[in-house]
């Protein structure tokens, strides 16, 4: 029979990833690439891996992630390709760490502080295609296929500046945006909560996407309010894409703590705008709650402070005021978190990380405030002040029935909002709570697909692969076909787990689950190189950079 392929997996349960019934099958795969997809013990390889059962899966394509700058530090991408995940769309919510203008560096160095150390980080780069090489000279476990960031393009043209572009801003946005989508980029992203996003109006979105759209890329937004507002939010996206003749991707759409509706409604408006030949698609995450340092949830004006700025302007009592009527007005909707204390929810925090008082981790602000005899909201803004803006909090602020509606839709596909984490290392923060880093898609199979079944497996798997691909233009990514990219998965749905999430911490006594690494998945490939074998990292680094328009 000969060794026609280089690797064979043989015996496993096929899922394609365009929804059909999985099937019994080989895979085998040569040069990188699906060869060949056969009956159970007919192909033969130079390698041979006995799958007994197990399903073999596409790649997850994760189509909203902020990998950007973690993929430079941990070029393994541990956390996401131990969780099946091939590959990282990047770039989103209005970041990417490209391009950059040396006036505005340092505005630039300290937008990413929020997030990640950014003295790990050389900077060598300023366009977006020197970071995209950047990336390919050291190598990378997965493949990464980026966004450039409107916040990106508004920093290097003019800082945080809380005013509409000046002519020569927005040639300079439009000139930079170009370049990068020139480079290869799939398309622009906004983050309309955050600074500078927040301070651009409708019309300054459209004119770049316009731009996006001569390069036929899409537009990812997060979009410009979760709660109250979220209808209008929408609205808004579907109208920018109308306008500028470009594909809509409404980034981790679930409705937030304050939203007047279920998550029906927001489908309801992509559908419409579908039905009137529009091509508008969701992505959603599934963890109820987000742990960033409380100061997130201030007013966006002053996000772009410095500490000591930020401290002091705290440290008075009469701003102090100003800043709770802001955050209680919603006067620019601040992103979703910040709707618990908006309406006061200060039972819904929980301090993970305080690094001064240690005794405050796994209390809620709302406890903290009784007992020290101290208004919650005053306790609030005390934190932030006595753990010099360190203190994180989890925030509880999505109902998981939303969670559960929008996984059903057949519009939605799977994200993680994460990015690539390791329980070791400079990524290996006390600090950060990053459950959908480490077991987004194991625990989207482990408990909608197992446990309390919303899909059906092939359905998790089109959501999680072909889907996502489609929507990125990847046509040789995502599917189990003859020509495709070997970016393969194989799991055992029985052993599955998730052992990152810790559900509902506020209802149970408090546990910061540390870095910890799924269960149940026994091999990922990429590109046709074993990545994962068992619980090792292989060390291979056979991931790619990818461009527009080249899958």
Known sequence: MGTDFDIVLTGGRVVDGCGNPWFYGDVGIREGKVARVGPPGVLAGKQTFKIEGRYVVPGFIDIHTHSDLSILINRQAESVVRQGVTTDLT???????????????????????????VEAITWKWRTFAEYMEEMRAIGIAINIAPLVGHG?????????????????????????????????????????????????????????????????????????????????AVAEAIRIGKEAGLPVQVSHNA????????????????????????????????????APRLSRALPQPV????TPDLLALLADPVARKQMQADIEQDRLP????????????????????APKQPGLIGQTVEQIAHQRSRDPFETYFDLIVEEQ?????????????????????????????????????????????????????????????????VLRLEEAIRKMTSYPAQRLGLMDRGLLRPGAWADIVVFDLDRIHDRATNLYPHRYPFENIPHRY??????????????????????????????????
């Open 255 to 290: 409705p937030k703590y304050g939203a007047p509706e279920d998550a029906r409604a927001n489908l309801a408006l992509v559908e419409a705008a579908r039905a009137q030949g529009q091509d508008v698609t969701v992505d959603n995450d599934v963890h109820t709650d987000l």
């Open 334 to 353: 601040a992103f979703g978190p910040s709707g618990l204390v908006k309406h006061h929810r200060f039972d819904r925090i929980v301090i993970l990380y």
């Open 518 to 551: 799924p269960e149940g998945i026994d091999y990922v490939f990429v590109n046709g190189a074993l990545v994962i074998a068992g619980e090792e990292h292989t060390g291979a680094l056979p991931g790619h950079v990818l461009k527009r328009g080249e899958g």
């Open 152 to 232: 990106a393009l508004r920093i290097a043209a003019m800082g945080f500046a809380n005013r509409a572009p000046s002519e020569d801003e927005m040639s300079k946005m439009k000139r930079l945006l170009a370049e990068s989508m020139e480079a290869g980029v799939f398309g622009l992203s906004t983050g309309l909560v955050y600074p500078p996003g927040c301070f651009a109006k409708t019309e300054e979105i459209i004119e770049l996407c316009r731009v996006v759209a001569r390069y036929h890329g899409l537009y990812a937004s997060h979009i410009r309010g979760e709660r109250e507002t979220i209808l209008e």
């Open 389 to 453: 803006d360190q203190i994180v909090g989890i925030f509880d602020y999505i109902e998981e029935k939303n969670i559960r509606l929008l996984l059903q839709h057949p519009l939605v596909m799977v994200s993680s909002d994460g990015q690539v984490m390791a329980p070791y290392g400079p990524l290996a923060d006390p600090g950060a709570y990053s459950p959908c880093s480490y077991g987004e898609y194991p625990g989207v199979l482990e408990r909608y697909v197992r446990k309390e079944p």
């Open 303 to 306: 996000l772009d402070r410095s």
């Open 91 to 117: 770039g989103n919510c209005g970041w990417s760490p490209a391009p950059l203008d040396d006036a505005h560096l340092a505005e630039m160095q300290h937008h990413w502080g929020h997030y990640w150390n």
